[in-house]
């Protein structure tokens, strides 16, 4: 797999741009002009402005500072942003649909699972697209031979290695260097250094073994543990978040609180003038960021409206969030149908409401505690055919403000401008989920 991004994406780029081997593009109508190239490079760096570091690292204009893209940025860029940055470029749109069909495969062999059935697609889609490459770059001309490296015949198999070995995570070139990076402190002889590492090696499987027989992963750990963050709060009530500075104590204003009034509505059942009343009694703050911390890697999500960004941060604002709908709003006779959606938007307010007493219309026995996120929706434009199933949504303008459960938050999303004020969604905690290596101790 490691050769995808360092050989083939390249090859398919440097075809692109009239730099592979001295061809021309022959019969075919591949190649970019200069200026839209130079286009999609200077978005493809501008994009690492709205697209989340919890996503990776930055890719750098890969016209001007091609050298110094590495594989990992490659696979960012091609399984990400390429789709969105080349849409409508080439003359010929075949030569798109063609890069897409690429993605999508390689979206199946990223999988962590991977059936029978997509085994024998992955075979079958990697012959056609192999078959296809020939017919609109080498052109089955001897002249042209040059467009066929071996790397291009290599994707015939990785079904079969697929079927052999298991998913390419499993055994693909970022983790195992990862892994290496991490065995190299353990090299302590010049002399016997292949010895030292296999010491190293073995000690280290040992104290894994240890940790997990006897369950003291916290008391062996090699590693400090992580501090509390200071000024962050944590509720019994929301064990899956915890709240991050800044935190203002100022009371919303009443429009803020109108929203606020109304989500408790829902949720309680209670009248708006209920809920009205019982608010002016409670504890509001509003808090600068929340995390997820119900998974290894929780997201960061931070409100706009709360805090200072630095010149140089990365917007981690848009989110993805879950709301249940009723199927039959439009239908006033009709019971209502529950059904739950998926949204995009801006995370605009985190809100923590705090009723230090019981209340008896909000059907309150106890103190407790709610904590509310504001998102600004987007309003999606009808999924684009060519990009069905990579989790790439459009949208040009923002809708509705929905106050839900900070519960409902799912993860961040990216954001790649397209054309004027129409941006790309990308969300990674699809299809595009990719697999890590954390190292021993962070793996519990």
């Known amino acids: 797999m490691h050769l995808i991004w360092e050989n083939l994406i390249k090859n398919l780029i440097l075809l692109w741009t009239g730099e592979f081997k001295g061809l021309d593009e022959g019969d075919g109508q ?57 849409r409508c470029k080439f003359n010929n749109a075949k030569y798109y649909h063609h890069f897409i069909d690429l993605v999508r495969l390689l979206n199946l062999c990223l999988q962590f699972e991977i059936s029978d059935e997509e085994i024998e697609q992955i075979r079958t889609g990697f012959i056609d697209w192999v078959r296809q490459y020939e017919e609109m770059y080498f052109q089955f001309d001897v002249e042209r031979l040059s467009a066929c490296p071996l790397t291009i015949h290599a994707l015939l198999h990785i079904a079969p290695g697929i079927k052999f070995s298991g998913p390419v995570w499993c055994y693909w070139a970022f983790p195992m260097e990862r892994y290496c990076g991490s065995i190299q402190p353990g090299i302590r002889s010049r002399r ?116 200072t960004m630095a010149e140089d941060s990365r917007d981690a604002t848009y989110v993805r969030y879950e709301m249940l709908v009723d199927k039959q709003a439009r239908f006033k006779r009709r019971a209502a149908e529950f059904e739950l959606q998926t949204f995009y938007g801006q995370l605009t307010h985190i809100y923590r409401v705090h009723f230090p007493n019981p209340c008896k219309p909000l059907k309150i026995q106890q103190p407790t505690t709610y904590i509310f996120a504001a998102v600004r929706a987007c309003v999606l434009d009808p999924d684009d055919a060519q990009l069905r199933g990579l989790d790439i949504h459009f949208y040009s303008r923002h809708g509705h403000l929905d106050v839900i459960d900070i519960t409902s938050l799912q993860a961040l999303v990216g954001r790649v401008q397209d054309t004027g004020d129409r941006w790309a969604i990308i969300d990674r905690s699809g299809v595009l989920a990719r697999a890590e290596w954390l190292g021993e101790d962070d793996d519990e």
């Open 30 to 86: 591949y190649e970019l002009a200069k200026a839209i190239w130079e286009a999609i490079a200077s978005r493809t760096s501008a994009a690492g402005d709205t697209i989340p570091s919890a996503y990776g690292s930055r890719v750098p204009n890969i016209a001007k500072d091609r050298p110094n893209v590495s594989a990992e940025m490659w696979s960012f860029w091609a399984l990400y942003l390429g789709p969105v940055l080349l």
């Open 192 to 307: 016997f250094p292949w010895a030292s590492m296999d010491r190293y090696v073995l000690e280290n499987a040992q104290l894994t073994q240890i940790k997990t027989v006897y369950n003291v992963f916290d008391e062996l750990s090699l590693t400090e543990p992580r501090s509390e963050i200071p000024g962050s709060l944590t509720d019994p009530m929301y064990p899956s978040c915890i709240l991050l500075p800044p935190r203002s104590s100022a009371r919303p204003d009443d429009a803020q609180i109108k929203t606020i009034a109304a989500a408790l509505s829902t949720r309680s059942g209670a009248v708006m003038r209920d809920v009205t009343n019982a608010l002016k009694k409670a504890d509001i703050e509003e808090w600068g960021k929340v995390r997820r911390i119900d998974s290894e890697e929780g997201d960061t999500m931070r409100s706009c409206s709360l805090g």
